[in-house]
Structure formats: C-alpha cells, structure tokens
C-alpha cells in the first residue's frame, strides 16, 4: 500500500528507465498548496539529462500514467502532479490501521541490535537541574523511538556519583550536617550543605584543604569515607528515582562514574600500550592536534583520573558488555568538546565503531529570557515543579470535567505530559521558555491539547460503542477526512524521520498536525450522523486514536480515554 513507491514506479516505466526507481523516490515531495495534489516530481534533473525543456517533459510523462491508486496525474510546469485516489487511499490506511493497531509503524531499521542511551545522568548531592530533565525527557523518548524502529533500547544512567563534591560534602556534613535531616530530604539538604560549605569555605580555605584529604581518604577506600559517600548516593538515588517514577522512565543500568574507579588503570595502560599518552605539564593527555582539537586530559598531576578518563571507560565496558551497534549520549551542548574529544580518542585508538557514537546536545531551558540556574542554592527542585503541574492540570479539570471518575490519575497523567511534551515539541537544539502555565493549556500547542483531542475521539468512539473487530470500513473521500488521512499515512516515515535525526520534535510537531485537523473535523462533520459511511468516519476516529496514543507513547506520555 505505498502510494508514492507506486507513483515512482510509474513514473520510471514512463522514462523507459532512464532514472532508476530510487533516483525517482527520492525526488518525489509534498507540494505545499492542495491544488497542486498530494505528490509531485519535479522534472528538472531529468531535463538536463534528456536535454529538453522540463515542462515538456512533464507533460509527457503525465500522460502515461494511469493507475488505480491514482484519481489524476497532470502536469504543472515543470512538476508531474499526482492526486490520489481518497476513497482507495483512505480504505486501505483505515483498514490496516484497525488491523495493525498500535503496532502500525513499527520499522525493523534495527534489526534487534542494541542501541545504547546514557542520558538523565544526575550528579549525586547537586539537585536535578533542568538540564537533567531535559536530558532525561529526550533520552526517554530516543529510547522509545528506537524500539519502535526495531533496536533494543539499553537505558544507562550515568550518576555523577564520584568527584571531589564529595570531599567537600563530608566536610560540611562533618561539620553542620544531621542524620535525621539528610534523611528526610536528601536532596535539599544534601545540597544546603554544599552551598554552606562554598560559602563558609570564602572565608576559611583551610575547609577547601580539608575537603580534599576528605576525597583522597575517599579514594584510598576509606571506611568512613566509603560510609558517608554510600549513604548519600543511595539516598540522593532514592530521590531521583521518585522523579523517574513520576515521569515513568525507566533505567537498565545505574552505574555510574564510581563503577569505573577500579577499570581505569587497565584503559590507562591500553592508551599508554598504545603509545598515546604523552606528558604535559606533568600531567598525562592524549594529543588531538591532528584534527584541530585540545588535547584529551587523561591524568592530573596528582594521579588522579578525570572525567574523560571514566567515559573512555564506560565506552569500553560498555561495547564489550552490550555489543551496542551504536551509542547516544543526551548531554547538553556545553559538553560537546568533551564528547568530540573522547569520540576521536577511541577512534585512535583504533576502534572503528567509535564513528557510531553520537552525542545528542540539547538548548537550555530559560525563565524569563535567563538560564534557570541549580546552583548557589536559588535552585527550583524538579520534583516541586512536577507537583506544582499535576496540581494545576488537576484544578483545569476539576473546571472542565467536575464529575470525572479519576481525577488524579488523570491530572497525574496531564500534569506530567504537559511538561515532556512541552520540552519535546522544540527542536532539541533551541532553548526553551519555562511556564507552567503555558505547558498546562488544554488549547494550543501543548501535551494537554494533544491528550484531550485524544480522549475527545475516545468519547465519540463510546458513544458509537464502536468496535473494530466488526468494521470493514469503505473509503471516505470529503475535504475535511483528507488531511488526516494524509497524515495517518505519513505515520512510519515520520518515526524513521525522527530517529534518523534523533528529534522527538518531529513526532510532536506531527501530533500537533493530526489533533488540528482532527478538531476541524470534529466540528464540521456530523460523524455519528445516519448519513452513509458513518462506519468509515468511525474507522477514522479509532484510527486517529490510535495514532494519538501511539504517537504520545512514543515521547513518554499517556493517553487517558477521558480528561
Ligand atoms: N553527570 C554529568 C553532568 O551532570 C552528565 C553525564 C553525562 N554522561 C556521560 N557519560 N558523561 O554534567
């Protein structure tokens, strides 16, 4: 059932091959205006090839074409118009998709290879900044996105569980911290320790020296140090797995940079085996002059190992644990020096699937025109804005839908998608404007509008008590089930889209698209009329649904059948 294969199809038995089948595919587009149909070739590259005037051709090849699936093929200038044939169009889409329900765009690109995501990766006793979150709401949907086209998803959280955070933390907590406190809100009072301690340590250095015997007893495995450390990693992951809970994302793997404190020797000596490392300044680097880069630190002076040190690491273990066909990492764009240098180190190294690891960067998330800021203490705590959302989508609904059966559930659900959707429906790379209150609206480009279209065909379909096991839907062909129709076919592509370009956004962008003409439809079609078809415009709605829930699925939010 592919309509633009077939029009390719035709058009190359017109040329007497003088494109191949791929040449054409590739040069098929949408037209932008609807008189000039739902696909068009433009026939400039063959004009220059057959030496003839591209509207000449056109016309030509317009008329040698003449298929089923197709209602008119005509020329226009330089372009070779095609309007399919809707009510074909339309049964065959609505027939699979009751068929094939949510399984409907599902693409094997993967072939069940495994793909690794190391994203969200907090740093333990620092809050989770909205960085995180981003990181977070993206490597979820990138996850999701990549089952859906046939990988096997390996989820990696990478904590920033180690560092000399926490030879400061001891201090403080040494010094001004208590049990019972840190207890009952790890984060927030793991973090006030940290800030007392920058600001006690302006006056006092000696608390920065102290901090640092602190970290080395730390590192040489000291008990009390390993105590304190373990405690407060297990009760900020505690934490941060509330968040996870409320955002429903899951992880394969919690290790984080600590898990590699004892594998860095071995890739140390590897680099070193391979004649890389190089002394600078009495430190160890890997040198990248050759591709116009810094050079990669891989030692401090004082032994001790960094950063990139652990990722090169974690790049290794991980390709020997999982075989990953590729690996992503969301991080923020102001780490992409970082990921550039470690990338071409392995690829030194001489490991070819290093060119199969991307890094992912993403914008800021801004309040008022301004970075929102975790640090110095003037911090928004993650979880308290997602509260802050189900609490504001729970009073929308208590206005819209006062006799709802679970309004929490359902808040929970909206309050929630507002925020991913939100993030999701920009481009990864911009920066966003944080409002609560613009993310919440049931109208406009929001998670919400997204949900309640969603739930609004899911009422007509009650009401209907429709069923699709008992539907054999013929085809619709008015103005107003053409655009969806259209874009439930695009459905696959789509998905292919945006994981080629690791861009949920387009997902979003598509979902915005289908809720518009959806809601168009709603209001200028009797749908449950007894008019003709009404079996064909229900196969419509259930189709839409269907779309709506998997499309929402696939950036991490849920569908609720009423809000
Ligand atoms: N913990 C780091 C941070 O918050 C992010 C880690 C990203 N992942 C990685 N493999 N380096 O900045």
């Known amino acids: 059932m592919d309509f633009i294969k077939t029009y390719a199809e035709q058009i190359t038995a017109s040329l007497n091959e003088a494109l191949t089948l791929d040449d054409v595919i590739q040069l098929i587009e949408k037209p932008k205006f609807e008189d000039q149909g739902d696909l068009a070739f433009p026939c400039f590259t063959l004009a220059k090839q057959l030496r003839n005037a591209p509207a000449k051709i056109a016309h030509e090849v317009a008329s040698k074409i003449n298929h089923p699936f197709f209602e008119k093929v005509e020329a226009n200038g330089p372009y070779v118009n095609c309007f399919l044939n809707k009510n074909l169009a339309s049964q065959m889409i609505l027939q699979s998709l009751l068929q094939v329900g949510n ?104 608390l920065e020296d102290e901090a640092r015997m602190w970290f080395k007893r730390l590192e040489e495995g000291d008990i009390e140090a390993q105590n304190l450390w373990k405690w407060f990693r297990d009760e900020s992951l505690h934490e941060f797995t509330k968040i996870y809970s409320l955002l429903g994302v899951h992880f394969d793997s919690y290790h984080g940079e600590a898990f590699y404190n004892n594998k860095m020797d071995k890739t140390i000596q590897l680099i070193s085996n391979k004649g890389l490392l190089t002394p600078s300044e009495g430190a160890q680097v890997v040198e990248l002059k050759e591709f116009d880069f810094p050079p990669c630190l891989i030692m401090k002076k004082d032994g001790a190992s960094l950063y990139a040190t652990r990722d090169l690491t974690a790049a290794l273990y991980r390709k020997e644990t999982y075989q990953f066909e590729k690996a992503l990492y969301v991080v923020g764009q102001e780490q992409s020096l970082h990921f550039k240098q470690i990338f071409l180190v392995l690829e030194k190294m001489g490991y070819s699937w290093a060119k199969e690891m991307i890094h992912i960067p993403f914008g800021f998330i801004l309040k008022d025109g301004k970075k929102m800021s975790t640090r110095k203490g003037k911090v928004v705590l993650l979880e308290e804005v997602i509260i802050e959302a189900i609490q504001m989508a729970k009073k929308n609904i208590e206005e819209k839908n006062p006799n709802l059966l679970k309004k929490e559930e359902v808040a929970n659900i909206v309050g929630v998608g507002a925020i991913i959707f939100h993030d999701l429906k920009n481009e990864r790379q911009n920066n966003i404007e944080f409002s609560l209150e613009d ?125």
Not at 132 to 151: D, F
Not at 156 to 181: P, R, S
């Open 103 to 206: 399984d409907y765009g599902s693409l094997d690109t993967g072939k069940g290879k495994t793909i690794t995501i190391d994203f969200s990766s907090p740093n333990i006793a620092k809050p989770f900044s909205m960085g995180h979150l981003r990181s977070t709401v993206i490597g979820n949907a990138l996850a999701l996105i990549a089952e859906k086209c046939g990988y096997k998803a390996v989820r990696i959280n990478h904590l920033g569980d180690w560092g000399t955070q926490f030879g400061k933390l001891i201090v403080a907590y040494n010094h001004w911290g208590h049990e019972e406190k840190v207890k009952n809100e790890p984060i927030k009072e793991l973090l006030s320790l940290y800030v007392k301690f920058h600001e006690k340590a302006e006056t006092d250095p000696s």
């Open 439 to 563: 993310m919440l609206k049931f109208e406009g480009t929001t998670g919400p509008y997204v949900q309640y279209t969603h739930a609004r065909a899911c009422s007509i379909l009650r009401k209907a008590n429709f069923n699709s096991l008992n539907t054999d839907p013929i085809g619709l062909n008015d103005d107003y089930s053409w655009p969806i129709v259209k874009l439930l076919m695009q459905f696959p592509a789509v998905i292919e889209k945006s994981f080629e370009y690791f861009e949920p956004s387009i997902i979003a962008k598509y979902l915005l698209d289908i809720s518009k003409e959806f809601n168009k439809y709603y209001s200028h079609v009797k749908i449950l009329s007894n008019e003709a078809g009404i079996e064909s415009r229900l196969a419509l709605v259930k189709s839409t649904t269907i779309i709506l829930k998997e499309g929402l699925r696939l950036l991490g939010l849920k569908a609720p059948e009423e809000m």
